[in-house]
């Protein structure tokens, strides 16, 4: 089971805006982080912290949070971002790892 | 730049142990920052977080899981490995190991291996 509730999908059309929300008690601690899965591959990770991006991840990928809610917005939504994408958060310090459920983007 | 891979038998059969392990290169295993995870995926499913390792051999398991798993680190090798007993058809899944940072990060996975799958089966 998971702590983090995700909605399990999200459809947006090419080059408009989507926000992918998280929500659920372990988002207190520690930020949550996001992560891009696409088919047959591991997952990437795209955003961390309160609004951190890792290299090579596009500045179309922004993230926030409010509470016990993490977003990730994609602006300008592209074909290649249509994939799975899963929040995680660390409860407290070497507690449960908990991965949402995670939500497939479609890009229309 | 951190390469993890997973290394281990793709078949297992039931009621035996599940045994992999996850060769580091480009960064050392011994570095205080880290905590070595394993998380599964089953076919079609979410992440599942299994446990993490950190470099002095102190684990932490996912609760639903602990009774059946070890992990456990080789320094020496810059490995660290994920023994499951008991397998049962529900351990059918790909098996990642990654880094997960720690401090005010924690819970951030940084880097992944490639994945390995496993079956469970007769």
């Known amino acids: 089971s998971s702590d983090l509730t995700q909605d399990p999908a999200v459809s947006v059309a090419l080059g408009q805006t989507v926000r992918i929300t998280c929500q659920g008690d372990?988002?207190?601690?520690?930020?949550a982080s996001w992560y891009q899965q696409k088919p047959g591959q591991a997952p990437v990770l795209v955003m961390f912290?309160?609004?951190n991006r890792p290299s090579g991840i596009p500045d179309r990928f922004s993230g926030s949070s409010s509470g016990k809610t993490a977003a990730l917005t994609i602006t300008g939504a592209q074909a290649e971002d249509e994939a799975d994408y899963y929040c995680?958060?660390?409860?407290?310090?070497?507690?449960?790892?908990?991965f949402g459920g995670g939500t497939k983007l479609t890009v229309l | 730049q951190v390469r993890l891979q997973e290394s281990g038998p793709g078949l297992v059969r039931p009621s035996q142990t599940l045994h992999l392990t996850c060769s580091v290169s480009?960064?050392?295993?011994?570095?205080?920052?880290?905590?070595w995870t394993w998380i599964r995926q089953n076919p079609g499913k979410g992440l599942e977080w299994i446990g993490f390792?950190?470099?002095?051999?102190?684990?932490f398991y996912n609760p639903s899981l602990r009774s059946r798993t070890t992990i456990s680190i080789d320094t020496s090798k810059n490995q660290f490995s994920l023994t499951l007993t008991s397998a049962t058809a529900g351990d059918t899944a790909a098996y990642f190991c990654?880094?997960?940072?720690?401090?005010?990060?924690?819970?951030?996975?940084?880097?992944w291996g490639q994945g390995t799958l496993v079956s469970v089966s007769s």
């Open positions: 990654a880094r997960e940072l720690g401090g005010a990060l924690a819970g951030t996975i940084d880097y």
């Open positions: 480009g960064g050392s295993i011994t570095s205080g920052d880290y905590y």
């Open positions: 390792v950190y470099h002095n051999g102190n684990t």
């Open positions: 372990s988002l207190g601690a520690y930020d």
């Open positions: 912290g309160q609004n």
């Open positions: 995680n958060s660390r409860a407290l310090r070497n507690t449960h790892l908990f």
